[in-house]
């Protein structure tokens, strides 16, 4: 049974920090690309880093270059996304979700193509 959790949301001040985690099971994780997305209420959902199966390759939306970092531990089956200089509109629900290649599906930020997804943990940020 494919698994992922999401962690680590919550409440923060502007300016502050939240770090992220996903944790995946039922499927081989390093095998997967793995991103992040986000929906605030009333919006669609919003692509805000990916990163290859390896690490070493990684994209951001806009929107949160230079503030967030993507990241992951294929040793833990788990994904990370560590949010710096928040601002009250990174509140959203945050989801982690898994590709199977960048090959295939178009871009990292197409939702539609992405295999498994999480349940989603609420972030807010007030001013």
């Known amino acids: 049974q494919v698994q992922l959790v999401e962690s680590g949301g919550g409440s923060e001040q502007a300016g502050g920090s939240l770090r992220l985690s996903c944790t995946a099971s039922?499927?081989?994780?390093?095998?997967?690309?793995m991103a992040w997305f986000r929906q605030a209420p009333g919006r669609g959902r919003e692509g805000v880093a990916a990163i290859g199966t390896g690490g070493g390759t990684t994209y951001y939306g806009d929107s949160v270059k230079g503030r967030f970092t993507i990241s992951r531990d294929n040793a833990k089956n788990t994904l990370y996304l560590q949010m710096n200089s928040l601002k009250p509109e990174d509140t959203a629900m945050y989801y982690c979700?898994?590709?199977?290649?960048?090959?295939?599906?178009?871009?990292?930020?197409?939702?539609?193509?992405?295999?498994?997804w999480g349940q989603g943990t609420q972030v807010t940020v007030s001013s």
């Open positions: 039922g499927f081989t994780y390093k095998d997967y690309c």
């Open positions: 979700a898994a590709r199977s290649g960048w090959e295939y599906g178009g871009p990292w930020s197409n939702s539609g193509s992405y295999n498994y």
